[in-house]
């Protein structure tokens, strides 16, 4: 059973930082890329960073491009999503999501090249 687990989520206010994880198991790590996605109420999910096998290359949505930093420890099983300077447009569920492709067939951003996804954590920030 593939298992992406998501956690480190919570209430923050703006301007402060949070880091979220999320461990893998049930299939090879270093063989995915690693992507987080989020939803806020009454939105569509979103793209928000994607990070190779081996961690080499990362890419960001525009909206968090600066703030936020996607990193993975292959050991561990984890991908992470740092959130820096959070706004309260970044208050959604954050989902962890494994994508089997190679990094350069270039579709990291769209939701539909990923096979597993985690239950979300919530994110929520206050003004």
């Known amino acids: 059973q593939v298992q992406l687990v998501e956690s480190g989520g919570g209430l923050v206010q703006a301007g402060v930082s949070l880091r979220l994880s999320c461990a893998a198991s049930?299939?090879?790590?270093?063989?995915?890329?690693m992507g987080w996605f989020r939803q806020a109420p009454g939105k569509e999910r979103e793209f928000v960073a994607a990070i190779s096998k081996s961690g080499r290359y990362t890419y960001y949505a525009d909206s968090v491009k600066g703030r936020f930093a996607i990193s993975r420890d292959n050991a561990k099983n984890t991908v992470y999503l740092q959130g820096n300077s959070l706004k309260p447009e970044d208050t959604a569920n954050y989902y962890c999501a494994a994508n089997p492709q190679s990094w350069y067939d270039g579709n990291y951003n769209h939701s539909k090249v990923y096979d597993y996804w985690g239950q979300g954590t919530q994110v929520t920030v206050s003004s």
């Open positions: 049930g299939l090879s790590f270093s063989n995915y890329v």
